[in-house]
Structure formats: C-alpha cells, structure tokens
C-alpha cells in the first residue's frame, strides 16, 4: 500500500506561480512512477504530467508543457508540480498518483495508477 497526500493548492491570479507537494509513504515510494492529474468540475479527469522511478522519460501533457514541471525526492518520499504561467483554466482538483513500475516510461493513463491522493483545489482567477 501506497498513501498520498497532496497539499499546496490554492487561489492564485492568472500569470501566478503554485508549487503543489504530494507526500507519499508505505511500500518502496521508488518503485512507483508518479503522476498529477487533475479534474475540473463537469470534466473527466486528466493527465498532467507523469515522471519515472529513476531516469526514463517525463511526460505533460500538451496544455501544461513549458509551464508546469514535476520532480521527485526520493529521499523525502516526495513528488512535486511546479506551476508557473497559471491560467483560469488550469482551474481544478489535482491529484497524485503511484503507478508499480521500475521502468523508465511512466503511464499517461489513469487506469494504470493504483494509488491516489485525495486532491488539492487549484484556482485560477482571471
């Protein structure tokens, strides 16, 4: 078992910056590819972005790329979303998520995550 707990959403103008922290704890953290994903009302939740246990590829998705970076600490059992250029659409719950793998191409899908936090609210006004 895997437990995530995100944190540092909150209200933020358009053009602002958020740094949203996702605690993990439980069984071998590095073993996991980690993503963000996040959900707007009214909306099916979506991919973000996505970073291997150890070297590999990281993936955003199309509407984030050169905005928002993720990183992880292993050492804290830590996974981070850096977000700059915030936009009123970027408005949502994010999520975390552990998905088993050592590989290096973590998942874009959310069926393929096993664990997930509980959500942080964004908002973005204009």
């Known amino acids: 078992q895997v437990q995530l707990v995100e944190s540092g959403g909150g209200l933020v103008q358009a053009g602002g910056s958020l740094t949203l922290s996702c605690a993990a704890s439980?069984?071998?953290?590095?073993?996991?590819?980690m993503g963000w994903f996040r959900q707007a009302p009214g909306k099916e939740r979506e991919f973000v972005a996505a970073?291997?246990?150890?070297?590999?590829?990281?993936y955003y998705a199309d509407s984030v790329k050169g905005r928002f970076t993720i990183a992880r600490d292993d050492a804290k059992n830590a996974v981070y979303l850096q977000m700059n250029s915030l936009k009123p659409e970027d408005t949502a719950v994010y999520y975390c998520?552990?998905?088993?793998?050592?590989?290096?191409?973590?998942?874009?899908?959310?069926?393929?995550?096993?664990?997930w936090g509980q959500g942080t609210q964004v908002t973005v006004s204009s």
């Open positions: 970073i291997p246990w150890y070297g590999g590829l990281i």
């Open positions: 998520a552990a998905g088993p793998s050592a590989g290096p191409f973590p998942s874009r899908l959310r069926h393929e995550y096993d664990y």
């Open positions: 439980g069984r071998s953290f590095s073993r996991y590819y």
